[in-house]
């Protein structure tokens, strides 16, 4: 059964697929099958994109482009072995409660939510294999 918003078909019966989305207009960021496709990251956070993995290999700074408000992004973060220390520009990141210490825990799921242009909102879990 096709899906309609306002008369306007967005989710058509696809034969092969089991419905395929049309006529979707003003959205971004890149998936697959309904699921982020992660993308590696180079220092270089762009909230058009929802997810990247990062595996530290030196201490990192981090910058952020197209923070627009409700965009989300999620970096699974490895500061390997060493551990290596991203860093984060701090007059658009505010983590909650606050910065965490990269150094307690290897793995990192950095969570970040625009607010505005200068806002984003950081969560940061960290975790052990």
Do not use: C
């Not at 699921?35 to 994109?49: E, K, L, Q």
């Not at 965009?71 to 983590?95: C, G, Q």
């Amino acid at each position: 059964m096709a899906i309609k918003i306002d008369g306007t078909t967005v989710i058509n019966n696809g034969v092969y697929t089991g419905g395929a989305l049309q006529n979707i207009l003003d959205i971004t960021g890149v998936y697959d099958h309904f699921r982020p496709s992660p993308s590696a990251n180079a220092g270089v956070i762009d909230m058009n994109y929802p997810f990247y993995y990062d595996v530290l290999t030196t201490n990192t700074t981090y910058t952020v482009t197209n923070v627009v408000p409700g965009r989300t992004t999620i970096l699974d973060l490895d500061t390997s072995a060493t551990p290596w220390t991203p860093s984060w520009p701090t007059s658009v990141f505010n983590f909650a409660p606050t910065e965490p210490t990269w150094s307690d825990h290897r793995y990192w799921l950095v969570n970040m939510a625009a607010y505005g242009g200068t806002d984003v909102r950081v969560t940061a879990i960290g975790y052990d294999a």
